[in-house]
């Protein structure tokens, strides 16, 4: 296991999670990395660490171009257990090294590890550490995801290690964007963001204006996660779609999502989606039978319209609907227009759970539909004429 040259005397040294399948609920389709880079200049630092299970990868990385005592920084970034995980282990063998990390770093690193005898130096947005002939400027951005995330930028390279941020859920054979597929590297980076930044498009926005005011000039992005954007093609994608994504703005389609027990909230499901079709509108109607959770969310983040079915189940929401109102929930998208439609048996009124999170999100709605049995055809035509209303 060596390390891989990214620059002259800049290294990747991270680790390949080729078989993860599924990250605290979101699920992977081609596998992870977890990014760390090390700078060889008169001092050496090491940026951000691995998940703890892969950690034996990430050491002979690093032993592959110096040696632990050589070590003089540690960076942390994030303090997310997929980049701290081994963090302890990684001081262990460097115990002269000095962990360079904000203050909720600082805060968060003791309270997951005992970090006791370990050395700090907090920074702040702006502050540098001089390595010799380059350096190191950090920018916090706060909630982007954690409290503690950040991103540190070496001017005289043009790169920022941008942790999870520009991130993908992608494990290949290169550690470049312009050698992967670079199909799946940009599906992969809108399902990154769509499932772990949607609620943060504010600190999105805050972390791409600082670098504005910064004038941090920006040839290539090596973030924690997959392949690192190299070239101005590359790199122009992914900063374009963050401001994009970051904005909210939508594209004019529509998201039909439901559940069914016995085929009626499928037909529901289907009249809604031809009334879309038949308008004009782009629009995609998943089951989560078999469409999953974490795919959906990325339909759903350009999405103007969102349409939510649900059977009722003793009087409940469908358990794999409640799970996506659940997750769609705390991943808060905003600015959309919702319809909450379902189908009961011997008690209406399920459907209001799902009307009550989208008002709770903000969006604007129509009145809620549900239907008992099996709809007829002159229910459908009603549905027909009612998902209409939603339409601009
Ligand atoms: Fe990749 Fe927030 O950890």
Known sequence: MEAIKVKEDVYWVGVKDWNLTEFHGYHVSHGSTYNAYLIKDEKIALIDGVKHYLSSENIARIRSVTDFSKIDYIIVNH????????????????????????????????AHFDASDWKFQIVKTGETLSLGKRNLTFVTTPLLHWPDSMMSYCPQEKILFSNDGFGQHYCTNTIWAKEANFGIVCDEAKNYYANI???????????????????????????????????????????????????????????????????????????????????????????????????????????????????????????????????????????????????????????????????????????????KYTPKDEVLEKLKEHTKTILD
């Open 79 to 110: 303090v997310e257990l997929d980049h701290s995980g081994n963090i302890p282990e990684l001081v262990k063998l460097a115990p002269q090294a000095t962990i360079v990390t904000n203050s909720a770093g600082k805060m968060a690193l003791e």
């Open 197 to 371: 930044l949607f609620p943060y498009g504010a600190q999105a926005q805050k972390a791409l204006n600082t670098a504005n005011e910064l004038n941090l000039e920006i040839e290539m992005i090596a973030p924690s996660h997959g392949c690192i954007w190299d070239g101005e093609k590359e790199v122009n994608w992914i900063l374009e779609h963050y401001a994009k994504w970051a904005s909210g703005e939508n594209d004019g389609s529509a998201v039909v999502v439901y559940d069914t027990m016995w085929g009626a909230t499928a037909k529901l499901a289907e009249t809604i989606t031809a009334v879309f079709q038949d308008a004009g509108v782009p629009v995609v109607k998943r089951c989560l039978t078999n469409a999953h959770t974490s795919e959906i969310m990325t339909d759903i983040l350009e999405a103007k319209y969102v349409a939510i079915g649900t059977p009722t189940l003793n009087n409940e929401l469908f358990p794999r609907v409640a799970a996506f109102v659940t997750y769609m929930k705390g991943l808060a998208p905003k600015g959309k227009k919702g319809f909450a439609f379902a189908s009961y048996g011997w008690k209406p009124g399920v459907v209001s759970k799902i009307q009550t999170v989208m008002e709770e999100l903000g969006w604007q709605t129509i009145a809620p539909f549900d239907e």
